[in-house]
């Protein structure tokens, strides 16, 4: 069985318009690293502005981080926890094979979309910023396929895809205690070897993705991910750097 990792706090609500919204009230009342775990959210947000269906039985939660280190860290954290919700997936399934990562922070199961992450700050308090990570995995259920952009993968649930029933209470143990491990290896190492992990169980590494921004799309193989988080995509005018985007295949 996996423990409660040492030094996380965590709370349990039947119901919250957002995880989010609830992690930026208590943040100010927070003396350490808390996870909020909610059974339903009544106003979740996905990235981009969008919408997320936010059924009783999937996963829905946010961690509350206070960050002392440089700026540019905090946005690194999305691979962190990308990472950490992989590896969450594979402890409640036993399936490596089943999962990947697809840039820069979604974990797909069978090629289509099971878990997506959105990261939001809350401004600088008394030196340290607080970080709000918000993760949600489509446990029991997955929204319609017509209710996502023509181009975006299939949603897909994990009870859908493996016949597997897990409860968030179990999935967010297993959830929190691989962030740990990640969160104590960024700060030894820094993100080099977050990144080598991450990119050891990237979707379509080497092959051709595009790149949404804005009105304007990039069109070009998937290289590797940089240094800084960057996608970086080779293309016939040559290499690009993309900081932030939607990525199709
Ligand atoms: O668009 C995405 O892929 C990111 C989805 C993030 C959804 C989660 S559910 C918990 C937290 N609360 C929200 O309102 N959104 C995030």
Redesign the pocket.
């Known amino acids: 069985m996996t423990d409660w990792p040492d030094g996380y706090g965590r709370r349990l609500l039947d119901e919250v318009?957002?995880?989010?919204?609830e992690a930026a009230r208590i943040a100010p009342g927070l003396a350490g690293p808390e996870w909020i775990l909610?059974r339903h959210?009544t106003?979740?947000?996905?990235?981009?502005g969008?919408g997320?269906a936010?059924p009783a039985g999937n996963?829905?939660?946010?961690l509350v981080l206070r960050l002392n280190g440089p700026a540019q860290h905090a946005a690194l954290r999305s691979f962190v926890a990308a990472l950490a919700l992989f590896d969450a997936c594979v402890a409640v399934t036993g399936r490596p094979e089943a999962f990947s990562l697809k840039w820069p922070?979604?974990v797909l199961l069978n090629g289509g979309?099971l878990?997506?992450?959105?990261l939001e700050s809350a401004g600088v308090a008394g030196g340290a910023m607080p970080l709000f990570i918000?993760?949600?995995v489509n446990l029991a259920e997955a929204p319609p396929a017509d209710a996502v952009e023509a181009r975006a993968l299939r949603p897909v649930s994990l009870a859908g895809e493996t016949g597997m029933r897990i409860a968030p209470e179990a999935f967010l143990t297993e959830l929190a205690a691989a962030f740990a491990r990640y969160e104590a290896q960024f700060a030894a190492y820094g993100f080099a070897p977050i990144r080598e992990a991450w990119l050891s169980r990237a979707a379509r590494l080497g092959q051709p993705v595009t790149a949404r921004t804005g009105t304007s799309e990039t069109r070009g193989t998937f290289e590797t991910v940089d240094a800084e988080g960057q996608l970086v995509l080779m293309t016939p005018a040559g290499r690009v750097r993309i900081p932030a985007a939607d990525v199709f295949f």
């Open positions: 318009d957002s995880t989010l919204n909610a959210q106003a979740a947000r996905g990235r981009r969008r997320w936010s996963f829905s939660a946010t922070n979604d979309k878990a997506g992450i959105l918000g993760i949600g």
